[in-house]
Structure formats: structure tokens, C-alpha cells
């Protein structure tokens, strides 16, 4: 592989466990302690020491090259060098990470000011087309063979020609002061590791600045494991963040695995995904819904959170027409249902996704002077929608990935990948099935295409304590959300609330019903907020747990008279409250479903 790279190897070192510090922990085990048996306390270290000494402390533990790669007059080309370090030989880290994680670092020169100074990529810099794997592929044969020919029959032509070519003209070994390439660093500081474990070899990936440079160093990889007939497992760090590139990420989370997708660019392509999604975790014997203790169908806790924007920034609606921002914001704080219909069981100032004014008394007054720094048409700087709403959709804590609206990844004044033009909805929850998820994403597309041509300027609502109290009841939810599909009917687009029949079912379930002398009693699901309660120690640290104990449900009382009949519960009359129908009333009831050892 360094033949291929054009690179001298030389500079390959074989590296080694660190035999003082392992010789060192074994004269401090117990006298009557064996390391290759379980006599040791601690289980990994015992498993660690074992896989060191059997191994042998002389044994290698894999190679080690280093790669950086950098342009010289419009031309790419990889470096390497040889790591000046105090021992003659490079001995890793201790530990059990690959070799890639546990290079000696710090044991390299110390670099002078400003010499390894990292370039972001600007996200707003125009890119063209990656190579097609073909092209890569002929790349990497005609890069061999042109490193062939120099190392051996342009050597024989420049000692019988000169360097000049047969011409007195220039010599070529000596560029011009002009074209001299910039200063090198003194040492290389990123590396590529060869390490044999579990019986196949793998090799780590050093860190890269450009994709174009990561696909190259992948594409000689691959040909050299197929020229010497050696199969390989590529690990080490990612590409580089490039839109160009789609990656799906399977990270597991407690109690759920996480898993975030590629962006769609258009309607199908975002049924494809998400029906697959649901599909290959069906495969997997992993389920999108659960069941409590008592039998209550609910959700996975997981949330689904949607991601909205352009492939690039400056394409980014967020960032072309900041007041559409505005008017999605200002449009779930002037009707609730949006925050709560959609969310999971955990909801509050505390929770995964807060509302703006769930946190902070003066937030809606705040946000209103916000919206007014917003320009209704022409230019808008778009570090200037960062600023404005960085510090209002927030938690409680200040956490702005903590919100409903989370714009880290919009224009974060933090590095590059923060300026990507993308907004996040957090409010939502995975919903059992796929045809439910892509109902609230055609809700989310149209209520954006709306905004985008007819900007939303209802001043604010200050809902004050109703926004935990009428808000949390399923019939002025279901009242609210009727009221936002009639407005987006009003303005062309054609959705029906009957879609969206299943997502209320199964975010209010119904418990049961009544009917006694002509009242109609029914008990529904209501919402609750939970809050995240002090700390306490737990297992020798400290923890802070969720008060889910206290749960509320809905009466709906039908054919009531409000002066002859009362509704009581354990003995105490239920506040009832019209709901604009002749003889309707609803209630809301909270009580404690059960009792846990912190609440």
C-alpha cells in the first residue's frame, strides 16, 4: 500500500505493548493470583492481562504508517514520515481499543504555533460530482503504474539525458522559489494502522479533510486486499461530513436503537426510506411499540425526530427565507396540539422536547421581541437566525439540542458542521406503524409549504397555566388539531383529520364508557407532565430519576344538566367545564397510578 501511495517504507513501524506497564501490573497482583484463571477481582482486567500474555509481550502488534494528505500546485499527494519518538521501538497505550486509538500521541514533538492549524470545509464552498467507483478503481492502476515508471525508467532516462530532458533549459530537481511548496510539518501526525485481530486484518483509517482524499486512500485499500488475495475490515474514523455523501447510523440508546437515516428528495424517496426502516426492524425482531406492566399500549420512549432543510446551505429555506423559521414557531407556540399530540409520554419543562413557555414565565414576551428582529423580505445574514433564537428555544439548563426546535446544525457560530441550514422537530415520538410516521411528515411538508407562501404573523398567545391544565386534554387537543387541518384545507391543501384518527386513539387511549339516565360518561387517556426530580445516590454515583407516578384521564360527560347533576370522584366534586356543545362537559383528573421508591 505505501509502494501504492508513492510513499517510502521505511517509514512503516511496527508497534508494540507497552512490556514495562504490563510487567508492572503483574508484580502488583496478589501473590497467589494467575491471571489466565479468574482469580482476579476485576473481570476485564483479568481478560485484558490474559490476551497480553498470551500474545507474548515481544509479539507486534500490528504496523503502523504515517499518512497525510495535502496539495502542492492544484495537485493532490499523500506524505509520510518516520515518528521520532524517545524508545527505539513504538509502544501503544495500554488498553483494549484498537491500535489506531492507542498511538503515542503525545510522545511525538511538540508542534510550534499554528503549524497544524485545522481548515474546516466551508459547507457553502460548490462541489462537484464524487468519481464513479470505476474511475477510482482506473485511478488507483494508473496511479501504480506511473509510480513504477518513475522509480524505474525515468531514473535511467534522466542519467543519460540529464534532468533538463536533452535541453538546457531548467533543471527539474530544482523548482522555482515561486512554486516551492509550503513549509511541511515536521512530523506526520496522523496514521494509518495495520492491526491482525480475531484472525483477520484490520486497518484503521487516519483522518482526512476532504472526501475525495478518504474514497482515494478506501480505493487503494481495496485493490491492494485484491491483489494480495487478503480480505480486510476497515475501521477507524469517518468521512469527512459532505453532503455528497448518505450514511445510515444504528447507535444504540438505553432501551431503544437509535437510528438516524438519509436525507429524501422527494415524496417517494421518503416512503421508500421510511417504510424500509420499519420494515428491516421487523426483520430484526426489534418492534416500534411496547406494552406496560398493566397492559398499556405505548410507544418505544424513542423519539422520531425529523430533520428539515437542503442538501446544502445555501439552498436551506431556514436560511433563504429566515421568517419561515419564525412563522413555524410562532405557529406550534398559538396551538399546543402540535407540541403534544405527536410527543411521547414524557412531556414538561424537563423533558426531551420543552416548549418555548413551558420553561420560562417571560419566554413568550422574549419571543415576540425576537420575531421582530426578523425582516419580513430581502436580505437576511444568516448567522443573524442563529442569533436571534439561539437563546430562546433552549430547556431549562440553556441546552439548545434539549428543545423543540433544535437548530445546532442551522448556523452555529462552533465549526463548520454546525452550519448546515437544517432544522430538527423533536416533539414527536415513534409512532407503531409506518404509514403514521409519514402522516405527520406530510403534515410538517405542508405546514412549511404553507409558511413559504404565506408567512404566519399572528401575534403570540400567552397561555399562561392553561398550557398544562385544558392543553393536556384530549378533546381541546383534538379541537385544536381540527382547527390546523381546516386552515391548511383553506389554503390548498388538501389533507383530511380522519388521517390522523389512529395517532389520537393511540396517543388517548379510551378506557370506557357509561351510560346512566341519559348521561354519557367517558374516561379517556390524558397527558401529564412528568418532571425530573433531585438527586439522589444510586450505585456509588449519583442519579436523578422521573416522577412517572402521577398519570391523569378525561371525563366527558354528555346530557348533563350543570344545575341538577354533580360528578364526583372518591367523595369530591369534579370541576366541570363546558365545551361550547349543549349538555357537554369535560374534566381532567390526576392521580397516582403507582408508587415508586423515588417520587
Same mark, same amino acid.
Given at each position: 500500500? &505505501?509502494?501504492?501511495?508513492?510513499? !517510502?517504507?521505511?517509514?512503516?513501524?511496527?508497534?508494540?505493548?507497552?512490556?514495562?506497564?504490563?510487567?508492572?501490573k503483574?508484580?502488583?497482583? %496478589?501473590?497467589? %493470583?494467575?491471571v489466565?484463571n479468574?482469580?482476579?477481582?476485576?473481570e476485564?482486567?483479568?481478560?485484558?492481562?490474559a490476551?497480553?500474555?498470551?500474545?507474548g509481550?515481544?509479539?507486534?502488534?500490528g504496523?503502523?504508517?504515517?499518512?497525510?494528505?495535502?496539495?502542492?500546485?492544484?495537485?493532490?499527494?499523500?506524505?509520510?514520515?518516520?515518528?521520532?519518538?524517545?524508545?527505539?521501538?513504538?509502544?501503544?497505550?495500554?488498553?483494549?481499543?484498537?491500535?489506531?486509538?492507542?498511538?503515542p500521541?503525545?510522545?511525538?514533538?511538540a508542534?510550534?504555533?499554528?503549524?497544524?492549524?485545522?481548515?474546516?470545509?466551508v459547507?457553502?464552498e460548490?462541489?462537484?460530482?464524487?468519481p464513479?467507483?470505476?474511475?477510482?478503481?482506473?485511478?488507483?492502476?494508473?496511479?501504480?503504474?506511473?509510480?513504477?515508471?518513475?522509480?524505474?525508467?525515468q531514473?535511467?532516462?534522466?542519467?543519460?539525458?540529464?534532468?533538463?530532458?536533452?535541453?538546457? &533549459?531548467?533543471d527539474?530537481?530544482?523548482?522555482?522559489?515561486?512554486? %516551492?511548496? /509550503?513549509?511541511?510539518?515536521?512530523v506526520?501526525?496522523?496514521?494509518?494502522?495495520?492491526?491482525?485481530?480475531?484472525?483477520?486484518?484490520?486497518?484503521?483509517? /487516519?483522518?482526512?479533510?476532504?472526501?475525495?482524499?478518504?474514497?482515494?486512500?478506501?480505493?487503494?485499500? !481495496?485493490q491492494?486486499?485484491?491483489?494480495?488475495?487478503?480480505?480486510?475490515?476497515?475501521?477507524?474514523?469517518? /468521512?469527512?461530513?459532505?453532503?455528497?455523501?448518505?450514511?445510515?447510523?444504528?447507535?444504540?440508546?438505553?432501551?431503544?436503537?437509535?437510528?438516524?437515516?438519509?436525507?429524501?428528495?422527494n415524496?417517494?424517496?421518503?416512503?421508500?426510506?421510511?417504510s424500509?426502516?420499519?420494515?428491516?426492524?421487523?426483520?430484526?425482531?426489534?418492534?416500534?411499540?411496547?406494552?406496560?406492566l398493566?397492559?398499556?399500549?405505548?410507544?418505544?420512549?424513542?423519539?422520531?425526530?425529523?430533520?428539515?432543510?437542503?442538501?446544502?446551505?445555501?439552498d436551506?429555506?431556514?436560511?433563504?427565507?429566515?421568517?419561515l423559521?419564525?412563522?413555524?414557531?410562532?405557529y406550534?407556540?398559538?396551538?399546543?396540539?402540535?407540541?403534544?399530540?405527536?410527543?411521547?409520554?414524557?412531556?414538561? /419543562?424537563?423533558?426531551?422536547a420543552?416548549?418555548?413557555?413551558e420553561?420560562?414565565?417571560?419566554?413568550?414576551?422574549?419571543?415576540?421581541?425576537?420575531?421582530?428582529?426578523?425582516?419580513?423580505?430581502?436580505?437576511?445574514?444568516?448567522?443573524?437566525?442563529?442569533?436571534v433564537?439561539?437563546?430562546?428555544?433552549?430547556?431549562?439548563?440553556?441546552?439548545?439540542?434539549?428543545?423543540?426546535?433544535?437548530?445546532?446544525?442551522l448556523?452555529?457560530?462552533?465549526?463548520?458542521?454546525?452550519?448546515?441550514?437544517?432544522?430538527?422537530?423533536?416533539?414527536?415520538?415513534?409512532p407503531?406503524?409506518?404509514?403514521?410516521?409519514l402522516t405527520q411528515?406530510?403534515?410538517?411538508?405542508?405546514?412549511?409549504?404553507?409558511?413559504?407562501n404565506?408567512?404566519?404573523?399572528?401575534?403570540?398567545?400567552?397561555?399562561?397555566?392553561?398550557?398544562?391544565?385544558?392543553?393536556?386534554?384530549?378533546?381541546?387537543?383534538?379541537?385544536?388539531?381540527?382547527?390546523?387541518?381546516?386552515?391548511?384545507?383553506?389554503?390548498g391543501?388538501?389533507?383530511?383529520?380522519?388521517?390522523?384518527?389512529?395517532h389520537?386513539?393511540?396517543?388517548?387511549?379510551?378506557?370506557?364508557?357509561?351510560?346512566?339516565r341519559?348521561i354519557?360518561?367517558?374516561?379517556?387517556? %390524558?397527558i401529564?407532565?412528568?418532571?425530573?426530580?433531585? !438527586?439522589?445516590?444510586?450505585?456509588?454515583?449519583?442519579?436523578?430519576?422521573?416522577?412517572?407516578?402521577?398519570?391523569?384521564?378525561?371525563?366527558?360527560?354528555?346530557?348533563?344538566?350543570?344545575?341538577?347533576?354533580?360528578?364526583l370522584?372518591?367523595?369530591?366534586?369534579?370541576?366541570?367545564?363546558?365545551t361550547g356543545?349543549e349538555?357537554?362537559?369535560v374534566?381532567?383528573?390526576?392521580?397516582?397510578?403507582?408508587?415508586?421508591?423515588?417520587?
Open positions: 500500500l &505505501a509502494n501504492r501511495l508513492g510513499l !517510502e517504507s521505511e517509514h512503516v513501524a511496527t508497534a508494540y505493548e507497552d512490556a514495562m506497564y504490563y510487567m508492572w503483574e508484580r502488583r497482583l %496478589a501473590v497467589n %493470583a494467575d489466565m479468574s482469580d482476579l477481582v476485576d476485564e482486567e483479568r481478560i485484558r492481562l490476551r497480553v500474555f498470551e500474545r509481550l515481544g509479539s507486534p502488534v504496523c503502523m504508517l504515517p499518512l497525510m494528505h495535502q496539495w502542492w500546485n492544484a495537485k493532490p499527494r499523500w506524505m509520510s514520515g518516520v515518528w521520532p519518538v524517545r524508545s527505539e521501538q513504538l509502544f501503544l497505550i495500554p488498553g483494549d481499543s484498537p491500535m489506531g486509538l492507542r498511538l500521541l503525545d510522545s511525538l514533538p508542534p510550534k504555533p499554528g503549524e497544524y492549524a485545522p481548515t474546516p470545509v459547507p457553502f460548490a462541489t462537484g460530482d464524487l464513479e467507483y470505476d474511475q477510482l478503481r482506473q485511478q488507483s492502476v494508473h496511479h501504480q503504474a506511473a509510480q513504477h515508471v518513475t522509480g524505474n525508467v531514473h535511467q532516462v534522466l542519467q543519460r539525458v540529464g534532468a533538463g530532458g536533452g535541453f538546457d &533549459a531548467i527539474l530537481e530544482q523548482e522555482p522559489e515561486a512554486e %516551492a511548496p /509550503p513549509l511541511e510539518p515536521s506526520i501526525r496522523t496514521a494509518m494502522c495495520f492491526e491482525p485481530r480475531d484472525g483477520v486484518l484490520h486497518v484503521f483509517m /487516519p483522518p482526512v479533510d476532504h472526501l475525495e482524499s478518504y474514497l482515494e486512500l478506501l480505493a487503494e485499500i !481495496e491492494t486486499a485484491s491483489e494480495l488475495e487478503m480480505p480486510v475490515i476497515v475501521e477507524g474514523y469517518l /468521512p469527512p461530513n459532505d453532503y455528497r455523501l448518505q450514511h445510515i447510523k444504528a447507535t444504540p440508546d438505553p432501551g431503544v436503537i437509535e437510528v438516524n437515516v438519509h436525507p429524501a428528495k415524496w417517494q424517496e421518503l416512503v421508500d426510506i421510511t424500509g426502516v420499519y420494515e428491516d426492524a421487523r426483520h430484526s425482531r426489534l418492534g416500534t411499540e411496547q406494552f406496560d398493566d397492559g398499556t399500549h405505548t410507544g418505544t420512549g424513542g423519539g422520531n425526530h425529523f430533520v428539515m432543510g437542503s442538501y446544502t446551505p445555501h436551506s429555506p431556514f436560511l433563504r427565507r429566515p421568517d423559521l419564525r412563522s413555524l414557531v410562532a406550534w407556540h398559538n396551538h399546543p396540539s402540535l407540541s403534544y399530540f405527536f410527543s411521547g409520554r414524557f412531556i414538561g /419543562p424537563t423533558s426531551q420543552p416548549r418555548v413557555d420553561g420560562r414565565r417571560d419566554a413568550t414576551y422574549e419571543l415576540q421581541i425576537a420575531f421582530e428582529q426578523i425582516p419580513e423580505k430581502g436580505y437576511c445574514p444568516p448567522w443573524l437566525v442563529d442569533r433564537f439561539r437563546h430562546l428555544l433552549v430547556d431549562l439548563t440553556g441546552n439548545t439540542h434539549r428543545a423543540e426546535f433544535c437548530i445546532d446544525k448556523y452555529s457560530p462552533d465549526s463548520s458542521t454546525g452550519r448546515l441550514g437544517l432544522v430538527e422537530f423533536r416533539g414527536f415520538e415513534m407503531p406503524h409506518w404509514q403514521m410516521s411528515q406530510l403534515l410538517l411538508r405542508a405546514l412549511v409549504a404553507r409558511f413559504w404565506k408567512p404566519y404573523k399572528v401575534d403570540l398567545v400567552d397561555w399562561n397555566t392553561s398550557i398544562h391544565d385544558r392543553w393536556l386534554l384530549p378533546h381541546f387537543i383534538q379541537q385544536d388539531f381540527e382547527d390546523i387541518i381546516s386552515e391548511l384545507n383553506e389554503e391543501f388538501d389533507l383530511d383529520a380522519s388521517w390522523f384518527g389512529p389520537f386513539e393511540f396517543r388517548f387511549p379510551h378506557i370506557g364508557e357509561m351510560q346512566y341519559g354519557h360518561v367517558e374516561l379517556r387517556t %390524558a401529564e407532565p412528568w418532571y425530573v426530580l433531585g !438527586e439522589e445516590p444510586a450505585g456509588g454515583a449519583t442519579a436523578r430519576f422521573v416522577d412517572s407516578s402521577v398519570q391523569r384521564l378525561q371525563v366527558k360527560v354528555q346530557g348533563m344538566s350543570n344545575g341538577r347533576h354533580i360528578l370522584c372518591n367523595g369530591r366534586k369534579i370541576p366541570l367545564h363546558a356543545t349538555g357537554e362537559f374534566a381532567g383528573v390526576r392521580y397516582r397510578a403507582w408508587q415508586p421508591p423515588s417520587c
